[in-house]
């Protein structure tokens, strides 16, 4: 095995030098760092047919065996007294109440960053509180327009929240 490393004048022999190889790698991690994002923009679009595919099942009410798989899944959805998950769905309610109509993940998560006393610590924050209000059968999600909780009498002076069908 050869431990010497190349001196100037055998990579000027050689045809190859570091300069060469160095670009090499550089032009690789540029292709690579651009099929990360073609792969990234794939994952988003993947996850939204997924979102709303699930939409589409558990809106169809008329579907026993869904209604009944829905009722399981929600039914195990359990979050302790204090933890992040029962402070969000707390605070998302006294938020949307206070609000008098619909708001998306984001607009929650303003006003839940107006108050100092809480601060969601998930990587995420926004996308934390979609998933909990979703996942919690107190809320309904109304696609382009945001949540609102199960029960609560519906805004009429909101106009594109009477066109939008629930989840």
Do not use: C
């Not at 550089?26 to 923009?41: F, N």
């Not at 998302?92 to 607009?107: D, H, T």
């Amino acid at each position: 095995m050869n431990r010497n490393f190349p001196t100037q004048e055998t990579e000027h022999r050689s045809g190859h030098s570091f300069q060469d190889a160095y670009r090499l790698v550089a032009g690789q991690v540029d292709r690579l760092r651009k099929a990360r994002r073609a792969i990234d923009v794939e994952l988003e679009k993947a996850e939204a047919a997924l979102d709303l595919l699930r939409q589409l099942t558990k809106s169809k009410s008329g579907d026993k065996d869904n209604s009944e798989y829905r009722d399981q899944k929600r039914s195990g959805k359990r979050f302790h007294k204090g933890s992040m998950a029962f402070e969000v769905v707390t605070r998302a309610k006294r938020i949307l109440l206070e609000a008098g109509r619909p708001l998306n993940r984001s607009e929650l998560l303003e006003r839940f960053n107006a108050g100092e006393d809480f601060t969601i610590t998930a990587r995420d924050p926004a996308r934390f509180i979609g998933r909990t209000l979703w996942e919690n059968p107190e809320f309904v999600h109304f696609p382009k327009v945001g949540y609102w909780i199960v029960g609560a009498e519906l805004p009429n002076d909101f106009p594109e929240f009477n066109h939008a069908e629930p989840r």
